[in-house]
């Protein structure tokens, strides 16, 4: 179905306005600053993103939240082109998300506070056994008199450093790798027994490794329906993936952008080295490679409401591409950069990195692929 003309037009006009306040606020040299301040962000962006209303955008207006997946992708693109350190991602894009599936009042009381920039939120999920199997959880939450006490720990948590609110899975029922008996609870940061270690990635990002040593939280902590936490869980980070993407086609386009310029204003043997055809034929490459992960990625954000196993499919098929084309013009870019590429001073070495980075997010190439394979394999067994 074709999206009417005055939608795509919003979105246009948004993502400019977006790119005029990065131009403006959010330079290579601001984000340098943003990385060195204690958090690994700078307060006044994150402020910024919730005044601007970037942090409910794609959100359910039951929730407070406004405009649709795609509208979120297109933001995702402008922050990507940004190298953004704030966490938008973990918080607008996967937690919200997880918080506004059948929210009650509670819940979207965290989204409401969350959009409006005074309640930082961080999913603890995975596990170092599990690697991406986000539902191999050993970490185990037993009724007690007092609510429920949680025991287990959890790594890569994104955003964790400076998380309020944790929403972290555990075990009520079942083996460690079963998808049912999974349950969330939103645990606060202050919460006795829990203890966090931050922990900044090569790329920017900000995210911690969790211990929870007979944490106790009251049986209100329990987010939705025990044991059956792991649909909403899968279908959030699915959601997030998808935004990943998004942003890694904005963080491809700058490292294209960057490296046209650069290629453009180097003379060698007394001309530009765009004056090679060899070169050009290159950028031309990379131009396409990136035509194409946007494409992917939205027709992926476009059907996140889908089916579960339709909603993975197109997940999956984008992340293996844009994993894949992501790294591979980021290492073309430094390449064509020379050895300057390889330096801190130069903006290209960072699209790189973060590029590098998002490919092993919610799951490198090899998994992915193998999820598509499983989807075919369960579509092939007869009913």
């Known amino acids: ?40 962000f700078a307060a006044r962006h994150w402020a910024d993103f919730a005044s601007f209303g970037w942090l409910a955008l794609g959100l359910p207006e039951a929730c407070g939240g406004f405009g649709n997946a795609l509208d979120q992708a297109a933001l995702a693109e402008e922050l990507g082109r940004a190298l953004v350190a704030e966490p938008w991602l973990a ?20 989204v409401v506070a969350m959009a409006a920039g005074r309640l930082k939120l961080a999913l603890a999920a995975w596990e170092i056994q599990g690697r991406y199997d986000a539902f191999d959880i050993a970490a185990t939450a037993q009724p007690d008199a007092r609510g429920w006490v949680l025991d287990g720990s959890k790594t890569l948590v994104l955003a964790g450093g400076s998380a309020d609110l944790f929403l972290v899975v555990a075990r009520t029922a079942g083996q460690r ?16 027994g829990l203890q966090v270690d931050p922990l900044p990635t090569y790329d920017g990002r900000q995210t911690a490794t969790l211990a929870l040593r007979r944490a106790v939280v009251p049986e209100a902590a ?34 294209f952008e960057l490296t046209r310029d650069y290629l453009a204003t180097r003379v060698q043997f007394g001309r ?16 396409v490679s990136i035509e194409q992960a946007r494409a992917i990625t939205e027709a992926a954000a476009a059907r996140l409401l889908d089916a579960p196993r339709e909603r993975m499919r197109v ?6 591409f844009v994993c894949a084309a992501g790294r591979k013009l980021g290492e073309e870019a430094v390449q064509l950069h020379g050895a300057v590429g390889m330096t801190d001073e130069m903006e290209i070495g960072h699209c790189y990195k973060r590029l590098a980075a998002t490919a ?20 092939a067994v007869p009913a």
């Open 222 to 255: 329990l987010v939705g329906v025990r044991d059956v936490a792991w649909p909403r869980v899968e279908a959030a980070i699915d959601h997030a993936t998808a935004m990943a993407c998004a942003e890694s086609v904005g963080t491809m386009a700058r490292a």
């Open 360 to 379: 092993n997010l919610f799951g490198d190439v090899d998994w992915h692929l193998e999820r598509l394979a499983a989807l075919d394999e369960a579509c």
């Open 91 to 110: 918080n607008a894009a996967l937690c919200g998300p997880l918080l506004a599936q059948d929210a009650d009042a509670v819940q979207c009381g965290h």
């Open 272 to 287: 530009a080295i765009t004056a090679n055809q060899v070169i050009r034929h290159r950028l031309v490459d990379l131009f």
């Open 177 to 192: 790798r079963d998808r049912h008996g999974l349950s969330l609870f939103a645990v606060p940061a202050s919460t006795a």
């Open 315 to 320: 997940v999956s098929q984008a992340k293996a």
């Open 1 to 40: 179905m074709t999206e009417p003309t005055e939608h795509t037009e919003e979105r246009r006009m948004m993502q400019e306005s977006v790119r005029r306040y990065v131009e403006r606020s959010y330079g290579f040299a601001q984000r340098s600053a943003a990385l060195a301040e204690p958090a690994g």
